[in-house]
């Protein structure tokens, strides 16, 4: 009786805290945007009053609800709590443009009630250097860092039309095979129920003219913690894809690392690169893998096919080495050569080549010309299609 009287006292003071921080922001949101309902002859008020406050209402019924959850077993509910924690963050950072620092502490928050909730970690190298289960103590900080650097690489890719939502498929998709492969049924339904939920956004982020729209930070922010909840629980001591390791040595990290490659590597790259220069690493610039691509002359969608083209030759690379019987710690070193060449060596000596204007450089010039299919009589008809579906 008494833990049940702690846990609806838990969740009344989550509730009332988080719409306590939510509300000034939808209110401010609410103004900036006119979201008001204007007074009439029908009406009380004197004066325009927003009409969003059922946002702060939920925002504060989720978190009271996912309080309640510490102690419960229903890890779907917590994931979609998760998921739409990340989606207030995002389009509230879309808006009012948070903090670096409150973004992160939030993204920690939410990371370490996932581990709370739902036990998974990353709490197992599955014989990776000979080292298999970790302790929590290593595993959780592991985990935040690990996550959060994956929420912010998703998030920092959302630079040109298609790119972090192609990204995100390719990446539902692959861990949906591991999951099927490995019998975690419920897993594989929520990543391909994540790629079902994402095509149709970049068909049109893609292809279409009228119904284009960006995914944004709230998008890019659900794609991460989703990324993030698939690493959890594939590299998790009790990960049903334990047995792919025994029974055909597959390596589950090289294939995370490997699937996740260019948007982790190439933030790693963004941010050393700052902080090498003196700078915050969340100042905003323009060194990103897709900027390179764009000043090469390259479309948004030929930045896109170039870039998902990158990652998957690195997951390709990886699964070579799986085929040909390298152990774990081969396959891992496989991915890392492929994941640095594909980021820090490509981006520098390009650079090089643009600050030169190099053979190297003419022949991506040239290339990037042909990417621009948006010119074409055929483009315009399936923008069309797209428009009109």
Not at 69 to 77: G, T, V
Not at 258 to 278: E, Y
Not at 292 to 309: A, N, P, Q, R, V
């Amino acid at each position: 009786m008494m833990d049940s009287l702690y846990l609806v006292f838990v969740s009344f003071l989550m509730a009332f805290v988080a719409t306590l921080w939510m509300h000034p922001k939808v209110l401010k949101i609410a103004f900036m945007k006119n979201l008001v309902d204007n007074p009439d002859h029908r009406k009380l008020q004197r004066r325009p009053t927003p009409v969003m406050g059922g946002i702060a209402v939920f925002f504060g019924m989720l978190i009271g609800m996912c309080s309640s959850q510490i102690f419960s077993a229903n890890n779907m509910f917590i994931y979609l709590v998760a998921m739409m924690i990340m989606l207030y963050v995002g389009t509230i950072d879309d808006i009012l443009d948070l903090s670096p620092r409150l973004r992160f502490a939030l993204e920690i928050t939410v990371v370490v009630i996932l581990i709370l909730v739902t036990g998974n970690s990353i709490s197992d190298f599955f014989g990776l250097w000979g080292v298999y289960e970790i302790s929590i103590w290593l595993a959780a900080p592991l985990t935040v860092l690990a996550a959060v650097g994956i929420i912010n690489a998703i998030n920092l890719i959302d630079g040109v039309n298609g790119l972090s939502t192609g990204f995100c498929v390719m990446a539902c998709t692959l861990f949906a095979i591991l999951f099927y492969m490995s019998g975690n049924i419920t897993m594989a339904i929520i990543a391909m129920s994540a790629a079902g939920a994402i095509v149709p956004f970049f068909m049109h982020n893609v292809f279409g003219n009228d119904t284009r729209m960006f995914i944004g930070d709230g998008g890019a922010l659900v794609m991460g913690i989703v990324m993030s909840i698939f690493v959890m629980n594939v590299l998790d001591t009790s990960s049903m894809s334990a047995k792919l390791v025994e029974e055909s040595g597959v390596g589950l990290i090289p294939f995370c690392v490997a699937v996740l490659s260019v948007p982790v590597f190439d933030t790693l790259r963004v941010m050393s690169t700052r902080i090498i220069r003196g700078t915050s690493p969340f100042n905003a610039d323009k060194t990103h893998l897709h900027h390179l691509f764009i000043d090469l002359g390259f479309s948004h969608i030929g930045t896109t096919i170039s870039i998902l083209t990158l990652n998957t030759l690195v997951v390709a690379c990886w699964f070579l080495s799986f085929i040909l019987g390298a152990s774990v710690d081969v396959q891992l070193y496989v991915v890392l050569v492929m994941s640095v060449l594909v980021t820090f060596v490509l981006y520098g000596v390009m650079r090089v080549q643009i600050r030169k204007n190099g053979a190297l450089c003419r022949m991506f010039n040239k290339v990037g010309k042909f990417t621009f299919v948006e010119k074409s009589g055929a483009w315009a008809k399936l923008e069309k299609i797209i428009d009109s579906i």
